[in-house]
């Protein structure tokens, strides 16, 4: 059983950083994602990477300012968070999958985390 945990988040001032880091165990995974939902709204796609961190895709939103990355050896990925925005308040959660790569739909994930609460307050 795939079991993902994620740390890093956090209450941080506009323009400041946050990493979040998400240690996976118990399976074979193809990606991992990273999805956010703020109150109110449905959870969004971030950023996702393959299993060898071969390809990476970001969400309009974020790209420049969000990196994905992976360490293997580890079995975790990070969300290195810059710039960071008031609208970038939410929960964010950590996904995997063993089916695709380059997955931006929630529906191609089979595991997430519990999620880690990010607000960037004005």
């Known amino acids: 059983q795939v079991q993902l945990v994620e740390s890093g988040g956090g209450l941080v001032r506009a323009g400041d950083s946050l990493r979040l880091s998400c240690a996976a165990s118990?399976?074979?995974?193809?990606?991992y994602g990273w999805f956010r939902q703020a109150p109110g709204k449905e959870r969004e796609f971030v950023a996702t990477?393959?299993?060898?961190?071969?390809?990476?895709y970001y969400a309009n939103s974020v790209k420049g300012r969000f990196t994905i990355s992976s360490d293997n050896a580890k079995n975790t990925v990070f969300l290195q968070m810059n710039s960071l925005k008031p609208e970038d308040t939410a929960v964010y959660y950590c996904a995997a999958t063993g089916r695709f790569i380059g997955a931006v739909r929630r529906s191609d994930y089979d595991y997430w985390g519990q999620g880690t609460q990010v607000t960037v307050s004005s």
């Open positions: 118990g399976g074979t995974l193809s990606s």
């Open positions: 990477i393959s299993w060898n961190g071969g390809s990476m």
